[in-house]
Nanobody, 121 residues
Framework: QVQRVESGGGLVQAGGSLRLSCAASGRTFSTYAIGWIRQAPGREREFVAA????????FYAASVKGRFTISRDNAKNTVYLQMNSLNPEDKAVYYCAARSVVMLLPRYDYWGQGTQVIFSS
């Protein structure tokens, strides 16, 4: 089992950028596909992006395509989510999650504790 810790969330202005990180423990990190899923207040969890085990394939929700970039460094056991052109619709708690293969739905097996993205007025 791989444990994950997200970081990088915080306060941002509309149009700004943040980079989220998901650091994992365990020697089997590269055997898991990783997804980023978010949950806004009062809403269901929403798939955001995913990356294959090798990093060779990436997938995005239509709402973030062209603005967000997912990447991974298996040597560092870390997955990143670069988020640009942020807008208030992106306000949510962001989770990284793992499973054996990519899933384009928020149905992953192992979850981190989440990191929050908040907008300043």
């Amino acid at each position: 089992q791989v444990q994950r810790v997200e970081s990088g969330g915080g306060l941002v202005q509309a149009g700004g950028s943040l980079r989220l990180s998901c650091a994992a423990s365990g020697r089997t990190f590269s055997t898991y596909a990783i997804g980023w899923i978010r949950q806004a207040p009062g809403r269901e969890r929403e798939f955001v992006a995913a990356i294959s085990r090798s990093g060779g394939q990436t997938f995005y929700a239509a709402s973030v395509k062209g603005r967000f970039t997912i990447s991974r460094d298996n040597a560092k056991n870390t997955v990143y989510l670069q988020m640009n052109s942020l807008n208030p619709e992106d306000k949510a708690v962001y989770y990284c999650a793992a499973r054996s293969v990519v899933m384009l739905l928020p149905r992953y097996d192992y979850w981190g504790q989440g990191t929050q993205v908040i907008f300043s007025s």
